[in-house]
């Protein structure tokens, strides 16, 4: 793409990931309807988990996690660690405990601390799609950029299954990463949306990948997403229903804070829905986008700066 990274692009990722996770926080597994009598607004605290306005969740700490990774050399071993060091030594968390974690993210960094080789710790069965994966991918779009596809895929792939191996959550990585690269290449975002159901249907179907695993990705590659009614449109912690929601929520909003909260007031995954669209979004409005506000109220603040500056410094060097 050869496509020249500013800082302030780095910045929007780690920013619009945990301030779209940190809305959806308070109102974690709260249900459309329930959130639809006092919708999300602002930036709140307490609620669900009984923590300050600005706690982002584990979302945002597996980000961090493979940020930090790849500020060195590219390694999944040490991808991996990152994620064992998060949740035995409190490693990237906003105030020093996990406080939320999903059932096979923690069975995949069981394995990983059994000495599991990273790509093969994360689950395989259809069972194993939750979102886990698809939530903290996005800081990889960087070590990406100037790869052929197939190259793209398979780094997708091994990342992905360091905590969800199946071939549905790294298609749901594969389609957010592509989605974000164009981004970067200033498309805009229908354009990328028509532009990604040739490109990744006919990618996949290079890859002999069953085609009844592709055609669960069909409102994404076929359909017009845009046009559904919120009450078609899931948000559930399966990788799928946040992948959709992410782009649908991105398609049919304007600017960061609108899209943000149309997330979040989506209800049950709340803080996912809101992260993986936040990044997105981040991107695709930029940084000065983001309520400043919002980016004061986070926690670890200075330390996220400092991570996207650590991170930034990596990726012009190579």
């Known amino acids: 793409m050869n496509k020249k990274i500013i800082l302030k692009e780095v910045k929007a990722i780690l920013f ?3 301030v779209g996770d940190a809305l959806g926080v308070p109102v974690e597994f709260k249900s459309r309807q329930a959130i639809s009598k006092n919708p999300v607004t602002d930036m709140i605290g307490y609620g669900t988990h009984n923590l300050p306005a600005g706690t982002w969740s584990d979302d945002s700490s597996l980000t961090f996690c493979l940020a930090e990774a790849l500020t060195q050399e590219f390694n999944l071993n040490n991808i991996g660690q990152n994620f064992v060091r998060w949740y035995q030594e409190n490693y990237w968390t906003p105030h020093g405990n996990v ?3 999903g059932i096979a993210t923690r069975e995949a960094i069981s394995r990983l601390e059994d000495g599991e080789k990273p790509e093969l710790a994360g689950g395989f069965e259809d069972s194993d799609n939750g979102n886990g994966s698809l939530m903290r991918i996005l800081p990889l779009v960087f ?7 197939k190259e793209r895929f398979d780094i997708t792939k091994k990342v992905s299954s360091i905590t969800h191996g199946h071939f549905r959550s790294v298609i749901a990585c594969f389609y957010y990463l592509e989605f974000a690269l164009q981004i970067l290449a200033g498309k805009d975002k229908f354009e990328i949306y028509q532009n990604l159901q040739t490109e990744i249907s006919n990618h996949l179907t290079s890859l002999t990948i069953n085609p009844a695993e592709i055609a669960i990705f069909d ?3 076929k359909g017009k997403l845009a046009k559904l009614d919120e009450d078609e449109i899931q948000s559930s912690g399966y990788v799928l229903h946040t992948l959709e929601a992410s782009i649908w929520c991105l398609l049919t909003t304007d600017n960061y804070k609108e899209a943000v909260l149309k997330a979040v007031n989506l209800g049950s995954d709340t803080d996912t829905t809101g992260a993986v669209t936040g990044g997105l979004a981040g ?13 004061t109220q986070l926690a670890r603040k200075e330390d996220i700066e400092n991570l996207a500056e650590r991170l930034f410094e990596k990726i012009v060097s190579r």
């Open 143 to 149: 070590y990406l950029l100037d790869k052929p596809i």
């Open 16 to 18: 619009g990931v945990a």
């Open 99 to 101: 406080f939320d974690i």
């Open 219 to 221: 409102r994404l590659l």
């Open 283 to 295: 991107l695709l409005y930029g940084l000065d986008n983001i309520p400043k506000r919002w980016i």
